[in-house]
């Protein structure tokens, strides 16, 4: 079934490699060549998360590059929501 898509939506198979080249950089921490995958994903499915980049770039380089992280503090926020919204 996989592979009937993939021969009938070949702009599928582009934005899901995209997502997987970001998503490698990301984990990887590599801010490197990171305009031409922009540039890439500018023409394709997820052209409008290729915007949010660029809108958001110096951020996405910061996170990237630095050993920085608020996810504690985030995951901490919705805890918080979750118990919140059952009161």
Same mark, same amino acid.
Request: no cysteine; glycine share 6%.
């Given at each position: 079934?996989i592979? $009937?898509? +993939?021969t *009938?939506?070949?702009? #599928?198979? +582009? $934005?899901r490699? #995209?997502? $997987?080249?970001?998503?490698? =950089?990301? =984990?990887?921490?590599?801010?490197?060549? #990171? +305009?031409?995958?922009?540039?890439?994903a500018?023409? !394709?499915?997820?052209? !409008?998360?290729?915007? *949010?980049?660029? %809108?958001?770039?110096?951020?996405? %380089?910061f996170?990237?590059t +630095?050993?920085? !992280?608020? *996810?504690?503090?985030?995951g901490?926020?919705?805890?918080?929501? #979750?118990?919140? !919204?059952?009161?």
């Amino acid at each position: 079934m996989i592979a $009937a898509i +993939e021969t *009938g939506v070949p702009m #599928l198979v +582009e $934005a899901r490699d #995209l997502i $997987a080249g970001f998503h490698s =950089r990301i =984990r990887k921490k590599v801010p490197d060549n #990171l +305009e031409p995958w922009i540039a890439d994903a500018s023409k !394709s499915l997820i052209a !409008s998360f290729a915007k *949010g980049i660029i %809108r958001d770039h110096a951020a996405l %380089r910061f996170a990237i590059t +630095e050993p920085w !992280s608020n *996810g504690q503090t985030e995951g901490q926020i919705t805890n918080i929501k #979750l118990v919140k !919204s059952q009161i």
